[in-house]
């Protein structure tokens, strides 16, 4: 077997355990039960993980990472319509509030979690790659826009966890506000620059 067709069954697997999560939830879990729904052997599963915990945190990483990613898509796909954006995340974050709980609480867990912040470190990584992006976009330094960043992963997990659409809503509204003076202050140094 190549080594592509190995990871890609590795990464069928987790797929298909992280949609178990996410229909039966952690507490409920089982591998016997993970098997048998997904039509697994566990001589294979366990072919492809440590242990049984190692199954788990797998599945967590990779829901938290697609759900990261498509957040992080939306982001970039609304860089030129900030307003937009800013009005229209909590909905986005809405798609995806069940699956970030379950992630947030595996990556919470006594049992699971400080081996799964070891196995998402690579998300730092990630966030970097971010940062660079919006720095080219909006010209901005590297602490604004990591600074943006965590302040939005904070709001979105804040209102995955809590339910609470007011409060995070007016917590991105003054996000917004600091965006906008910080975007209209660099449209005015420009434009000074240029009559100069």
């Known amino acids: 077997m ?3 067709a190995v990871s890609d069954r590795k990464q069928e697997i987790t797929q298909k355990t992280w949609e178990y999560l996410l229909r039966t939830g952690l507490a409920d879990a089982s591998v016997g039960e993970l098997c048998r729904e997904e039509k697994i052997s566990q001589s294979s599963l366990y072919h492809w993980f440590i242990n049984k915990d190692d199954i788990w945190i797998s599945a967590g990483k990779y829901g938290l990472s697609k759900v990261v990613d498509e957040l992080m898509a939306f982001t970039l796909l609304h860089t030129d319509k900030i307003q937009v954006y ?8 809405e798609k995806y509030k069940y699956e970030l709980r379950i992630a947030v609480q595996i990556t919470s867990s006594p049992k699971f979690g400080s081996r799964m912040r070891d196995k998402s470190k690579d998300f730092h990584f990630f966030y970097e790659n971010f940062a660079h992006k919006l720095m080219g976009l909006f010209n901005c330094s590297y602490l604004e826009a990591e ?11 804040d209102f995955a966890i809590w339910d609470d659409r ?8 003054n996000l917004y506000d600091r965006v906008k003076r910080r975007l209209s202050m660099d449209a005015e140094q420009k434009q000074t620059e240029g009559k100069i």
């Not at 600074?147 to 997990?157: D, E, G, M």
């Not at 007011?166 to 509204?173: A, G, H, I, N, V």
């Open 2 to 4: 190549d080594m592509q």
């Open 86 to 93: 800013f009005e229209t995340l909590l909905d986005e974050v």
């Open 147 to 157: 600074t943006f960043i965590y302040s939005i992963l904070a709001y979105v997990l």
């Open 166 to 173: 007011f409060k995070t809503q007016m917590l991105l509204d």
